[in-house]
């Protein structure tokens, strides 16, 4: 399965590499967010963080999450395409793991995102961003990163498996995109109405982005670490069941 899988990466990962434009799409909407919030909005929104923070700091998880969401649709925009031109059809005609072609997208994905976070960072630190991390936090937020990217590439499976248009394998992505808009991602909950607050608390951007903040600034995580974990692996074992269980159901059926 293992080789199989990693011929299939290396199939998609020439396209992304032939096609870069595609990184730089999935980055740039992400990154000009960035620079409206830093330096349009970001005189306005200092006051409401806390004292001696940095705003380009405060904001750059935000905007991580953002672009992560926004470079899964074209997972599930890539699976709709090989699932219209009967490439699934053919894989599962061959003596491999029905799973094989899943990870292969999945593993494309994961490498096309960090390659999209990195370029992120490095905007970050043009415009202000800075961390007193050690060696064992910057650890910690690449693995809760590698964690979000695999929940969310599962969950960009389902909708290029089972999508009757382009359009509708993709469009999944908008809600995932404009959730970080209620989290901790830009102000601190505390500043919002009350109804609000209680949504940014308990949906699962917000101790994802305070996680990654706290770490960067080497400040306690508490419990909101687990949280964050709870959140990323829940989703991706959720996801990956009910994706496997339509793509066999699929596979027998053709």
Request: glycine share 8%; net charge positive.
């Amino acid at each position: 399965m293992k080789n199989k899988t990693f011929v299939l990466f290396g199939r998609l990962m020439k396209h992304i590499l032939r096609s870069p434009d595609t990184i730089i799409t999935v980055a740039l909407i992400p990154i000009a967010m960035m620079l409206l919030f830093v330096f349009v909005l970001g005189g306005a929104l200092k006051g409401s963080i806390p004292a001696g923070t940095n705003y380009a700091t405060f904001l750059l998880p935000g905007i991580l999450l953002m672009a992560i969401a926004s470079g899964i649709s074209y997972t599930a925009f890539r699976m709709f395409q090989d699932s219209q031109k009967g490439i699934f059809s053919r894989f599962n005609s061959m003596p491999i793991s029905r799973s094989s072609a899943l990870w292969g997208h999945v593993l494309t994905s994961l490498v096309s995102n960090i390659i999209t976070v990195i370029l992120i960072f490095l905007i970050g630190l043009l415009v202000g961003f800075r961390s007193s991390a050690g060696i064992l936090n910057w650890v910690a937020v690449g693995g809760i990163i590698i964690l979000f990217i695999l929940a969310l590439t599962w969950v960009a499976v389902i909708p290029g498996i089972t999508a009757s248009t382009m359009e509708g394998a993709s469009a999944f992505s908008y809600p995932l995109i404009f959730l970080p808009f209620i989290s901790s991602a830009f102000v601190p909950t505390e500043t919002m109405p009350v109804v609000v607050k209680q949504f940014a608390e308990y949906q699962p951007v917000t101790p994802i982005v305070n996680t990654i903040r706290n770490l960067l600034a080497e400040q306690p995580v508490g419990n909101e670490i687990w949280i964050a974990l709870a959140w990323c692996v829940g989703i991706m074992i959720l996801a990956w069941i009910i994706a496997m269980r339509i793509y066999n159901r699929k596979a027998i059926s053709s």
